[in-house]
T-cell receptor, first 109, second 117 residues
Framework: QKEVEQDPGPLSVPEGAIVSLNCTYS??????FMWYRQYSRKGPELLMY????GNKEDGRFTAQVDKSSKYISLFIRDSQPSDSATYLC?????????FGTGTRLLVSP | EPEVTQTPSHQVTQMGQEVILRCVPISNHLYFYWYRQILGQKVEFLVSFYNNEISEKSEIFDDQFSVERPDGSNFTLKIRSTKLEDSAMYFCASSYQPGTVNSYEQYFGPGTRLTVT
């Protein structure tokens, strides 16, 4: 079983839609859960992270962690064409980030 | 806003040659990392570096690879005797000192695309 799994997509939505991006993981020791955004041929950009279970909100973005199910989510409200990118979940293991494969999101005008 | 920078943006080299990829981390960060991303695959951890020594490395980071902080600002990844399968995007990242509230935030540079022919 892979440590971190994400549906690669692409996920296509119209502008203004609510987007739900998800990851599952296998290592119950993970405590920090990160979301990065990556535009084509660019470096990952840290969006937000949560510690342990619960929700965290930052503008149009909400991160949610359910440790009992080993499931994390990123919700994007009022999605914009500029949100079109690949969204990577990652977890801290020791000093390193363990990434999912990323979900490609396409928001059409 | 401070950012991680990397040079060159694209490096083409022949198989068997040595390459050095360069990074300038964010100035008040003390933890440095290298990751790589083969086209179409996930971002993979290579090595972390703190207090002038390697703190963690992956199975990928074998004797072919080395890292160095030659001065107060640069952080380098050297790949000796490059192979075709080393072709990838290489990302440098940095973070605050361990134990600080933001120490888990790793900030990535734009990457160096390495093409081995």
């Amino acid at each position: 079983q892979k440590e971190v799994e994400q549906d690669p997509g692409p996920l296509s939505v119209p502008e203004g839609a609510i987007v739900s991006l998800n990851c599952t993981y296998s290592n119950s020791a993970f405590q920090y859960f990160m979301w990065y955004r990556q535009y084509s041929r660019k470096g990952p950009e840290l969006l937000m992270y949560t510690y342990s279970s619960g929700n965290k909100e930052d503008g149009r973005f909400t991160a949610q962690v359910d440790k009992s199910s080993k499931y994390i989510s990123l919700f994007i409200r009022d999605s914009q064409p500029s949100d079109s990118a690949t969204y990577l979940c990652a977890m801290i293991e020791g000093q390193k980030l363990v990434f999912g494969t990323g979900t490609r999101l396409l928001v059409s005008p | 806003e401070p950012e991680v920078t990397q040079t060159p943006s694209h490096q083409v080299t022949q198989m068997g040659q040595e390459v050095i990829l360069r990074c300038v981390p964010i100035s008040n960060h003390l933890y440095f990392y290298w990751y790589r991303q083969i086209l179409g695959q996930k971002v993979e951890f290579l090595v972390s570096f703190y207090n002038n020594e390697i703190s963690e490395k992956s199975e990928i980071f074998d004797d072919q690879f080395s890292v160095e902080r030659p001065d107060g600002s640069n952080f380098t990844l050297k790949i000796r005797s490059t192979k075709l399968e080393d072709s990838a995007m290489y990302f440098c990242a940095s973070s605050y000192q361990p134990g600080t509230v933001n120490s888990y935030e790793q900030y990535f540079g734009p990457g160096t695309r390495l093409t081995v022919t």
